[in-house]
């Protein structure tokens, strides 16, 4: 008898247990209101509290909801239910000044946030509602650095967290960069809407030094870069995955850098649209985008193992561009300045450019310090063309310390792929074609090692030499076919010193 009594405590404990872990904790019982005028910064604040201490979930139920600051904690989901829009206060009193707990680059000005955690587990931000920062209701007081960066708060920042999850939810209007996670771990992002197009420097995410990382299913609109890897400290981005997005951005769609410092590694891009804005006016960049895919290293780190696959871009100015640099900016001013660093073992194929402007695409080191170990796999590119004999002789300026940008160097003497400073380079079924007849060469390279080029075709006439080798040495031009009309397929001057020419055809 006393085995039965039993049973119906251990049942009504296990109940007890079950409703502890699914409790709800709508912010509207703590006295939130959704009529987008009251400060419901508290409100939302305690349920967030109550939650990390008892578990459940914290429901944002349908209506506006304005909010300053809110400190996120572990074990905290965070769900915005259909209907529901969480709105960031356009009072910057509201925003408290915030501290990372990591010293990065922009420490001392990026310190504000509408949800912020650090050093937290667990967090889940999901729903299908809405997370609107009210962004242009953050002015830029002034152009001059650092201060045109203060007093713009993040949507949202997280630091030194693990196990993140932000799904489903549409974001927009942020005041600064979208989100920023800075050495998390464990980070997932999928199924996200996202628009920025409110102020400067609007971002759609900016993920700096995490680990673990999977970003998939992004529709995404911003003024400012893409999807965007970033690397503000010494720690560095790696072992990421994308894939499955659509992206549209004025400035570059995806993105490594500018930051490198603790540098970038294991990264795989695939399955991924890039197409113009739906925001024909632009605060930076253009109506269309300056680029689809940079890669860049500057302030010293070392970018390897990456692979971007199986991607179709549309009318950005320049499809491709990756650039080793040597800016040497601090992350902080008591750090040492960082050498230069290096770019290793990076691999493009499978990509679809349409509308590309006329610049070209370039893959530029600086002397001595060459892009390593980069291949070009069944690359095909359509441009507008239009260069002019004039354009192919005029040769960039290194400008290794410029701000790293697509069209940094002006129009390219390269329709195609203007190649500087590089090493172990293979290029295989290349296809560059343009609307208009352009006098430039496909394929410029000028001081490059140990290289490969096979399966090229250029379809319309040029002025140049199809392929051009300025200097360099230890090439391989074989199974090419050069354009009816085309002046000649190769142009080998003396400085490039040991090239094998086999099977290449008109």
């Given amino acids: 008898m006393r085995l039965f009594r039993i049973y119906p405590l251990l049942t009504a404990l296990l109940l007890s247990i079950c409703s502890l872990q699914a409790q709800v904790w709508e912010i509207t019982r703590f006295g939130a209101k959704g009529d987008g005028v009251i400060d419901n910064t508290a409100f939302i604040q305690q349920a967030v509290d109550s939650c990390h201490l008892h578990g459940g979930k914290v429901v944002i139920p349908p209506g506006k909801f304005l909010s300053g600051t809110i400190i996120l904690k572990s074990f905290v989901i965070l769900h915005i239910s259909a209907g529901a829009i969480l709105m960031a206060h356009t009072d910057l009193r509201k925003y408290p000044t915030l501290s990372a707990g990591i010293p990065f680059y922009g420490e001392d000005w990026a310190q504000q946030a509408l949800l912020f955690a650090s050093n937290a587990e667990q967090i889940t931000l999901e729903g299908t509602g809405v997370i609107d920062g009210q962004g242009a209701s953050?002015?830029?007081?002034?152009?001059?650095?650092?201060?045109?960066?203060?007093?713009?708060?993040?949507?949202i920042w997280m630091a030194g967290c693990r196990h993140i999850s932000v799904t489903g939810i549409t974001l927009q209007n942020s005041a600064f960069w979208m989100q920023h996670f800075l050495g998390c771990e464990y980070l997932r992002l999928d199924g996200l809407n996202i628009w920025n197009h409110s102020n400067r420097n609007n971002d759609m995410m900016d993920i700096d030094g995490c680990r673990y990382v999977t970003i998939s299913n992004i529709t995404g609109d911003s003024d400012d870069d893409g999807i965007t890897l970033k690397s503000t400290s010494p720690l560095p981005a790696e072992h990421i995955t994308i894939t499955n997005c659509i992206l549209s951005s004025h400035c570059n769609a995806l993105k490594f850098g500018t930051e490198s410092t603790g540098g970038f590694r294991n990264v795989t891009i695939s399955n991924c649209i890039i197409k113009p804005s739906r925001k024909t006016t632009t605060i930076y960049g253009k109506p269309a985008g300056i680029s689809g895919v940079s890669l860049e290293v500057v302030d010293g780190g070392l970018m390897q193992n990456i692979s971007i696959s199986d991607l179709v871009i549309e009318g950005v100015e320049v499809p491709l561009f990756v650039r080793l640099g040597n800016r040497g900016r601090k992350f902080r001013d008591t750090a040492a300045t960082p050498p230069v660093?290096?770019?290793?073992?990076?691999?493009?194929?499978?990509?679809?450019?349409?509308?590309?402007?006329?610049?070209?695409?370039?893959?530029?080191?600086?002397?001595?310090?060459?892009?390593?170990?980069?291949?070009?796999?069944?690359?095909?590119?359509?441009?507008?063309?239009?260069?002019?004999?004039?354009?192919?002789?005029?040769?960039?300026?290194?400008?290794?310390?410029?701000?790293?940008?697509?069209?940094?160097?002006?129009?390219?003497?390269?329709?195609?792929?203007?190649?500087?400073?590089?090493?172990?380079?293979?290029?295989?079924?290349?296809?560059?074609?343009?609307?208009?007849?352009?006098?430039?060469?496909?394929?410029?390279?000028?001081?490059?090692?140990?290289?490969?080029?096979?399966?090229?075709?250029?379809?319309?006439?040029?002025?140049?030499?199809?392929?051009?080798?300025?200097?360099?040495?230890?090439?391989?031009?074989?199974?090419?076919?050069?354009?009816?009309?085309?002046?000649?397929?190769?142009?080998?001057?003396?400085?490039?010193?040991?090239?094998?020419?086999?099977?290449?055809?008109?």
Avoid at 138 to 155: A, C, E, G, Q, S
Avoid at 369 to 378: A, C, E, F, I, K
Avoid at 434 to 463: C, F, H, K, N
Avoid at 467 to 489: D, H, P, Q, T, Y
Wanted: aromatic share 8%.
């Fill in 341 to 506: 660093g290096a770019i290793q073992n990076v691999h493009f194929s499978n990509i679809t450019a349409t509308g590309a402007g006329e610049t070209g695409c370039s893959i530029v080191g600086i002397p001595g310090s060459p892009v390593n170990g980069l291949t070009l796999s069944n690359i095909r590119i359509s441009m507008c063309g239009g260069g002019t004999t004039a354009d192919a002789l005029q040769w960039p300026e290194e400008k290794e310390k410029d701000y790293p940008e697509g069209t940094m160097f002006g129009k390219l003497p390269a329709a195609g792929f203007f190649i500087r400073h590089a090493a172990g380079i293979t290029i295989s079924g290349l296809s560059v074609t343009t609307s208009q007849a352009d006098q430039r060469s496909m394929l410029v390279l000028d001081d490059v090692q140990d290289w490969r080029i096979e399966a090229v075709y250029g379809m319309q006439p040029v002025g140049q030499p199809l392929i051009n080798i300025i200097s360099g040495r230890n090439g391989v031009v074989n199974n090419n076919l050069m354009a009816i009309g085309a002046k000649e397929f190769i142009g080998i001057s003396k400085e490039a010193k040991n090239i094998t020419y086999i099977s290449n055809r008109k």
């Fill in 138 to 155: 953050f002015p830029v007081i002034t152009d001059k650095k650092p201060d045109r960066y203060r007093n713009r708060p993040y949507l």
